[in-house]
C-alpha cells in the first residue's frame, strides 16, 4: 500500500472550469441602451438626409461640389452630418464590436480584429469631423462655374 | 400500460398489426454520435447507426434502451426519471434540441434515418454525455436560493396568487440544459451565464418573497450576463418545459434598465 494522499492522484471534477473573471458594469447595459436610442435617431436623420439631397427640388442632379459647399456652410447642417456620422460610426463599431465578440473565440483574434475596428473608426471620425468643420466652400483659384452662389455675395 | 401492451403482442405473435387497438411496430434507424477515448477510434467522433423494431407509442429514449440493451451495451447516455422531469436526457436529436424522453420517434420522422448528437457548447465525456459542470457553475453563481432578511416568520412566507403568477412560467425549470446548449453565444466561448442560469435568476427576482434581487441583477450585468442575449429565441424553441426563455432573459434586461436610470 502507498501512503500517497488520494486527493492528489484525482483531480477535482470541478477544477477544469471557471468563468475567466467577473466583468460586471454598467458598460453593456449602456451600450445596449445607446444601440437602440441612437437606432432611432439615425432613422431619423439618414431619411432626412437622403430626404433633402435625393427628393427636394432637381433630387439627385444639383448634387455637386457647390451643392455640397453651399450645405456645409449652414450651421444647421453641420450638426446635422456631425451627428449623423458620430451616431453611425459608434453605433456601427459597437454592433461590429458585438459580433467580434459573438464569432471569434479565441482572444488573439478577438484583439486583431478589434484593434483594426478602433482603428478604422478613429480615422473615420476624425477625418469625416475635420472635413465638415474645415471644409472651404470658395477656394482660390477655382472656376466660378463650379461654385456656390455664397461665394459671389 | 406498455407492459399489458407488450405482453398481448407477444401472444398474438406477429399479426398483431391487424388486431384491433395494437399499436403499429416499424423499424426506425438511429445514427448516434460516439466518443470514446478509451476506446479504438480514440479522440475521433464516429457515427454508428442502428435499426431497432419499434412501436409508434415509442420514445427516442426506448429505442437508444433497445439499443444499448439488445445491441450495443457500449453506447452511453443519462437518463433517470424517463418521465421529461428529471433534466438528465437531454439530447440533440435531428438537430433541435429535445429530451430523448418525450420525444415520440413518430413526430421525428422514422422514415429517415434520426441523428442523436450530444447537446453542443459542453465538453463530451463520452457518447451522449456531456460533462455539465460549467453549465451548473452557471447555475450556481446566480444564487438560486431564497434570500431573506429578519426573522424567519413563525408561519409560511404569504403570497398572493398575482405574486405568484408573476414569475410562474420560469419556476417550471428541469435544468436538463437543452436551452443554454442551443444558444450560438453560449457555443462561441461558453464564457456566457446562459439561458437556464438567467431563467433560474428570474424565479428569484421577481418573487415578493425573495430579498436578494438586486445581489441578482449585478451578478448578471456583467458583460458575459443579459446583455450577450441576441434574443434568437433558440433557447425558447428548444425547452422542453416551453418556458417563454428569450421572454423572461428580457425581463430581467428590463429590471436593470429600470433600475439604472
Given at each position: 500500500m502507498t501512503t500517497t494522499p488520494s486527493a492528489q492522484v484525482i483531480p477535482s471534477p470541478?477544477?477544469?472550469?471557471?468563468?475567466?473573471?467577473t466583468t460586471r458594469g454598467n458598460y453593456e447595459l449602456y451600450s445596449w441602451v445607446f444601440m437602440r436610442a441612437s437606432g432611432v435617431l439615425l432613422i431619423v436623420l439618414i431619411f432626412g438626409h437622403l430626404f433633402v439631397n435625393l427628393?427636394?427640388?432637381?433630387?439627385?442632379?444639383?448634387?455637386?461640389f457647390a451643392f455640397v459647399g453651399g450645405k456645409w456652410t449652414s450651421p444647421f447642417w453641420q450638426v446635422w452630418d456631425l451627428l449623423m456620422l458620430w451616431l453611425a460610426m459608434f453605433h456601427g463599431t459597437n454592433g461590429v464590436r458585438t459580433i467580434i465578440n459573438d464569432y471569434a473565440s479565441r482572444d488573439l483574434t478577438r484583439g486583431i480584429l478589434k484593434t483594426l475596428l478602433y482603428l478604422a473608426f478613429v480615422i473615420t471620425v476624425a477625418l469625416g469631423t475635420l472635413v465638415i468643420f474645415t471644409f472651404e466652400p470658395c477656394p482660390a483659384n477655382a472656376d466660378p462655374a463650379l461654385l456656390a452662389s455664397i461665394c459671389f455675395e | 400500460m406498455t407492459a399489458v401492451a407488450e405482453n398481448t403482442r407477444a401472444d398474438a405473435?406477429?399479426?398483431?398489426?391487424?388486431?384491433?387497438?395494437a399499436v403499429a411496430s416499424f423499424e426506425v434507424t438511429l445514427k448516434i454520435r460516439r466518443y470514446n477515448?478509451?476506446?479504438?477510434?480514440?479522440?475521433n467522433v464516429i457515427w454508428d447507426e442502428f435499426t431497432v423494431q419499434a412501436h409508434g407509442t415509442d420514445r427516442v429514449l426506448d429505442a437508444l434502451h433497445k439499443i444499448k440493451w439488445?445491441?450495443?451495451?457500449?453506447?452511453t447516455f443519462r437518463r433517470s426519471?424517463?418521465?421529461?422531469?428529471?433534466?438528465?436526457?437531454?439530447m440533440r436529436i435531428n438537430g433541435r434540441n429535445r429530451l430523448a424522453c418525450k420525444t415520440l420517434l413518430k413526430d421525428v420522422n422514422p422514415d429517415k434515418p434520426i441523428t442523436v448528437e450530444p447537446i453542443k457548447g459542453l465538453p463530451v465525456v463520452?457518447?451522449?454525455?456531456?460533462?455539465m459542470e460549467p453549465f451548473f457553475a452557471s447555475y450556481r453563481e446566480i444564487m438560486p436560493f431564497l434570500i431573506t432578511s429578519g426573522n424567519e416568520p413563525s408561519r409560511e412566507r404569504i403570497q398572493s396568487q398575482a405574486d405568484r403568477d408573476r414569475f410562474d412560467d420560469t419556476?417550471?425549470?428541469?435544468?436538463?440544459?437543452a436551452c443554454t446548449s442551443s444558444c450560438p453565444v453560449f457555443w462561441t466561448d461558453g464564457q456566457y451565464f446562459g439561458p437556464a442560469a438567467i431563467v433560474n435568476a428570474h424565479r428569484f427576482i421577481f418573487?415578493?418573497?425573495?430579498?436578494g434581487a438586486q445581489q441578482r441583477l449585478e451578478i448578471l450585468?456583467?458583460?458575459?450576463?443579459?446583455?450577450?442575449?441576441?434574443?434568437?429565441?433558440n433557447c425558447t424553441e428548444a425547452c422542453p418545459r416551453g418556458i417563454q426563455v428569450t421572454k423572461a432573459i428580457q425581463e430581467v434586461k428590463r429590471a436593470m434598465i429600470t433600475r439604472a436610470f
Open positions: 470541478r477544477d477544469p472550469y471557471a468563468r475567466r473573471k427628393m427636394v427640388g432637381e433630387g439627385v442632379h444639383r448634387i455637386d | 405473435g406477429t399479426q398483431t398489426d391487424d388486431a384491433p387497438g477515448p478509451e476506446s479504438e477510434h480514440g479522440e439488445e445491441q450495443d451495451g457500449s453506447l426519471c424517463a418521465h421529461g422531469i428529471c433534466g438528465s436526457d437531454a463520452k457518447d451522449l454525455v456531456v460533462d419556476t417550471k425549470c428541469i435544468l436538463c440544459a418573487d415578493s418573497r425573495d430579498e450585468n456583467d458583460k458575459e450576463g443579459v446583455w450577450r442575449c441576441r434574443t434568437t429565441f
